[in-house]
Every structure is written in structure tokens, then in C-alpha cells.
């Protein structure tokens, strides 16, 4: 039988196009702190910057005025933002301490819950396990939190630049001195159009990659300077969808087994937002085995099953999404989130808490942490690694880290399978981690070999199931057709390979066209999926992939 390993043709990350020693152009626009990433943990570290800024200015302290900006690859804040979500608001407490959670952009406090085991037509209910347990949480939506978080930091004064990709880091020997920005206007072969614009280089004394999950300057960055993790970094894809139904839903629902293969590791959700509308998604760990697992095409599978279709019939799918997801863990997380010049937050830094679902606090925790550490080191005058260090110190000391900790290996167990793995995590729960608390070692997502399968077909009805193109129309995506390729490919790949990356991608990006891979680089949205197990991911002009309102 025919295996495939992903990283025999996956392209190296393209250094020589990301960290970039040019002298910053002459028009380049200058401010003191740049966040990377107009998401939670972006704008949550400038928001907490100002209003450090602005109490040291009422005070008298001396800084001075400091400009901050925040640059962000969709049209708007909010359009490439998609989360499940259910939010712990600890760090929107922390950030508006003068502000009830009434206040804060939030649908509905979690009422109710349960887990359920699924087979192909039954559900089992099971015991909340403490990690998922969401008293005191609310259910929200990512894009609603972030447009909240934008007007915030832009009453503050922080410059917040939409329709922004940062494509290239700015170097001068160790240290990272800013960001350029990605050209648009480019035809699909690469060649400048009558509507070109080149891109901007804009140069910080501080650079916070914000980026999101598979941060491509933040990789770059750890891969330059060698950053080591104990395990390497792996990922989940999520598609996610939202329904306007016929049925109210008032419970947060969580669900483990069918329609996953039992050695693919996942689950899925469903939540209510309003009386009538629900958001649910399917999320598989991209460790999977065999090349023919689709995503999306389990979560129209899914939709079927007697827990869910009840509450679907009759409804509509009002939008559609996918993203990937850091599961790595605590023995996935960098050595160190800083260097000369620069911080790495958030997801981009691996701070997801997979056995309780959560990264939105983390990452805005980190944000807090960050604006709290580049704070000081703007009074000291100083702004190399030693005196960022104490950002790491910060994270380590606190909730982050120690949540992150309580759960390292809960994820990683089901590298055994999901009976063993369930066990395992179940152990772990039971002792606080302690239990089968060494290291469990592990691979990266394109290492793991899969087993090739013939892909399988899809049926969608239009109503209750969807093709991956219909999907992508839901998502927003206004990408024009003329776009270049901002996928990198190894040259010509096998036939199972080519099948594989059509089955993974949630998006349609990838078909087999005459024995060949062909790449349709418009309909991406940014999932990030491809690069982990295939064709890079490389930044494009602004405003390119979802447009997303409600995720």
C-alpha cells in the first residue's frame, strides 16, 4: 500500500525572501512600537502600550509621546479572525478594569453544557471534564471582539492600518527594526499592473508579531535565529460555520468521536450565539493517516447526525470559515518569545490550551504582558533582548503558562490512539498533569506518514450540505482572479500527493487537473493548512482571502 510523508515535498520556508538586511526605503514610515496583526493579542498589547503611555504622561513620568501602530492583513479588522469561541474574559477584565462584562462584546454567558460521545446515528452524553467545564465564560464572536478592540485602541490614539500584510522582517544584524509591507497590484504572472503600489517598509523600535496561528515572519524569525522547542510545533484545521435555525439552542455542546477515524484526533462543537443562531465546526488534528481525510467534508457529514440536524433543518448557513490551530502544547512553546527588537505573542507563539479549547485569553494576556515589558524598556531607553527579557518571565509566572502546563501532554497522548489517549488524558485530569507527565516526544504534522486513499466524494444538497466552492462564496472571499500565487510548490508531485492537498484544503485551492496539481490561489482563506503539510503560505496584496462578519 502507498504512503505519502508530506515533508518529502513540501518546500523549505523561503528565508532569503522573508528576513530582508536592506536599508529601510527612504519613505519608510517610522513609529516607536509596531504590532504585527490586528487580533486579539495585536490589539490587546496596544491598547494596554497607550494606556501605559498616557498614565505616564498624566503623572509627569518623561517618556513622552510614543507612537504606536498596528498593521493587519484584511480589508478590515475583523475579516481574517475566526475562533469557536467560547471566552474566558479574565483579560478583557484586566484591560478595561473600569468595565462590566456587560460591556464587553460578548453574545450570551454559557448556561448550559454537555459533551457527548458520537457513533454514526447515536450520542452518548459524558461527564464535563474539568478542563471544558465554561461557568463564568461566554459565548462571542472573534470578528465582533476584534472590531471592538480596534475602536478601542484607535480611541487611544494607536494608528491601526488595515488592508496591511506584513510580507518581509527588517533586519540589521540581529536586531529587527521593522516590517515591509506586501505589494499590490501585481498580475498573475508577477508583473506590475497599471494599478501597482510597492509595498512599505515600516520601522519600529519594537516589533510584536502578533500574527496568528503559523505566523510566517514569526516562524521565519524562530528559524533564523534558531530558537529551539522541546517538540516541534503541530496543528489542527477547524471549518466552522454559522446557521441562522429554526430551533433555539441553549446549550454549549462538545463532541468526541464519529464521524473521525479513530486515529485522527479532534472533535467538534456547537454553540449558541443568539436565540436563533448557532455556530458549529469540526476540528481535526493534521497528524492525521490517511491523505483522503477532508475537513470539510466530515463537517457536512457531520451535520447530518440526529444531535445536530434537528437544530439545522430548515435553517440557513449564513457563513462559512476554516483556520489552523497550535496544539503542540506546553513542550511545543519557543525557548524564547524575544530577541533584539522583537516579541512573538499569541498564536503565533503556540499559547493554545487545547484540552479546554481556549487561546483568545492567552493571547491577549500576552499582549498585556508584552505592552507592559517594551513599556519599561522605552522609559530605560533600551529596546535589545535583555531588555525584553522580562516578557518571557512575565508569561512563565503566570496563568499562560501554568494552565498550558497543567494540561502539556493531554493532547499529545493521543498520539496512542483515541481509546489509550482517552485513557491517558483522563489520568492526567484526574492528577493535575502529573500523571504520565514526561515529555511525551513527537514529530511534526508533515513527518507523520499517511497512507494513501482515493479521495472521496462529496454530495452536497445545497441545503443542509455544502461544496467546498459554495463554502467559499459564505466565506466572504472577494480575492480577485488575477492574483498571483501566493503558494509555493515543489515543482510536479505525485498523484497522491496532488490528492492529498485537494482532500486537506477546506477551500477548493488545490485540484488534480490531468494527472497535475493545479493551483486555484483565489479561493484560499487563509486557513494556513497547506502550509502545514504542503505548499507554503507566503503573504499577498491586502484585503485577499475572507471577508468574514460573524466567525
Same mark, same amino acid.
Given at each position: ?45 496596544? %491598547? ?112 491601526? =492600518? ?106 467538534? =462543537? ?6 436563533? #443562531? ?39 448557513? #449564513? ?24 516579541? %512573538? ?29 517594551? =513599556? ?120 497522491? #500527493? ?26 484560499? #482563506? ?26
Amino acid at each position: 500500500m502507498a504512503r505519502v510523508r508530506p515533508s518529502d515535498t513540501q518546500p523549505l520556508l523561503p528565508l532569503d525572501r522573508i528576513i530582508v538586511r536592506d536599508a529601510p526605503s527612504d519613505e519608510s514610515i517610522e513609529v516607536d512600537v509596531l504590532f504585527v496583526g490586528g487580533g486579539p493579542a495585536g490589539l490587546a498589547g496596544a %491598547i494596554e502600550l497607550a494606556h501605559l503611555v498616557e498614565a505616564d504622561a498624566k503623572a509627569a513620568g518623561g517618556l513622552g509621546e510614543i507612537s504606536i501602530a498596528v498593521l493587519e492583513k484584511s480589508a478590515a479588522l475583523g475579516e481574517h479572525s475566526l475562533s469557536g469561541s467560547v471566552v474566558n474574559p479574565i483579560a478583557f477584565r484586566r484591560l478595561f478594569p473600569d468595565l462590566k462584562d456587560e460591556d464587553f462584546p460578548f453574545r450570551q454567558p454559557v448556561k448550559h453544557e454537555a459533551v457527548y460521545l458520537l457513533t454514526k446515528n447515536r450520542s452518548f452524553r459524558l461527564p464535563t471534564p474539568p478542563t471544558m467545564r465554561n461557568h463564568g465564560n461566554y459565548t462571542a464572536s472573534l470578528c465582533e471582539m476584534v472590531r471592538w478592540l480596534g475602536k478601542k485602541a484607535e480611541e487611544l490614539g494607536v494608528d491601526v =492600518f488595515a488592508g496591511f500584510p506584513a510580507e518581509k522582517l527588517l533586519v540589521s544584524g540581529e536586531r529587527v527594526i521593522g516590517v515591509r509591507t506586501a505589494p499590490s497590484g501585481l498580475d498573475r504572472d508577477g508583473r506590475q499592473s497599471s494599478s501597482y503600489t510597492p509595498g512599505t517598509d515600516v520601522v519600529a523600535r519594537v516589533t510584536a508579531l502578533a500574527e496568528g496561528s503559523r505566523g510566517t515572519l514569526a516562524e521565519a524569525y524562530i528559524q533564523w535565529q534558531e530558537i529551539k522547542s522541546e517538540n516541534p510545533q503541530i496543528y489542527a484545521l477547524g471549518v466552522k460555520e454559522i446557521w441562522e435555525t429554526k430551533k433555539p439552542l441553549d446549550t454549549v455542546i462538545h463532541t468526541l468521536g464519529w464521524p473521525l477515524p479513530g486515529d485522527a484526533f479532534g472533535g467538534s =462543537f456547537m454553540y449558541p450565539l443568539e436565540p436563533n #443562531v448557532v455556530g458549529l465546526g469540526l476540528v481535526v488534528g493534521l497528524d492525521y493517516r490517511k491523505t483522503n481525510l477532508d475537513t470539510h467534508g466530515l463537517l457536512q457529514e457531520m451535520k447530518r447526525h440526529p444531535l445536530f440536524r434537528p437544530y439545522l433543518e430548515g435553517g440557513e448557513m #449564513v457563513e462559512w470559515g476554516a483556520k489552523t490551530i497550535p496544539e503542540g502544547g506546553f513542550y511545543s512553546l519557543p525557548d524564547r518569545r524575544f530577541g533584539h527588537g522583537v516579541v %512573538i505573542l499569541g498564536d503565533s507563539a503556540g499559547f493554545v490550551n487545547v484540552p479546554s479549547l481556549k487561546g483568545i485569553h492567552y493571547a491577549m494576556q500576552s499582549g498585556i504582558f508584552a505592552a507592559r515589558t517594551i =513599556f519599561d524598556a522605552l522609559k530605560k531607553g533600551e529596546t535589545s533582548a535583555p531588555y525584553l527579557a522580562s516578557y518571557d518571565e512575565l508569561v512563565r509566572d503566570s496563568f499562560i503558562t501554568d494552565d498550558i502546563f497543567r494540561t502539556r501532554n493531554m493532547r499529545l497522548a493521543f498520539k496512542s490512539g483515541f481509546v489509550l489517549g482517552g485513557f491517558k488524558s483522563v489520568m492526567m485530569t484526574l492528577t493535575g498533569g502529573r500523571l504520565f507527565g514526561k515529555r511525551i516526544p513527537i514529530e511534526t504534522d508533515a513527518d507523520v506518514w499517511k497512507q494513501a486513499r482515493s479521495p472521496k466524494a462529496l454530495q452536497p444538497d445545497g441545503e443542509l450540505t455544502f461544496s467546498k466552492v459554495d463554502a467559499v462564496f459564505k466565506s466572504g472571499n472577494a480575492t480577485r482572479d488575477t492574483i498571483p500565487s501566493h503558494l509555493i510548490t515543489e515543482g510536479d508531485v505525485d498523484r497522491e #500527493v496532488a490528492e492529498m492537498y485537494a482532500s486537506m484544503c477546506p477551500a477548493g485551492v488545490y485540484e488534480l487537473v490531468d494527472g497535475k496539481l493545479r493551483v486555484n490561489a483565489p479561493n484560499c #482563506v487563509d486557513c494556513k493548512a497547506t502550509d502545514v503539510l504542503g505548499p507554503r503560505w507566503m503573504p499577498r496584496e491586502g484585503g485577499s482571502g475572507p471577508s468574514y462578519k460573524r466567525m
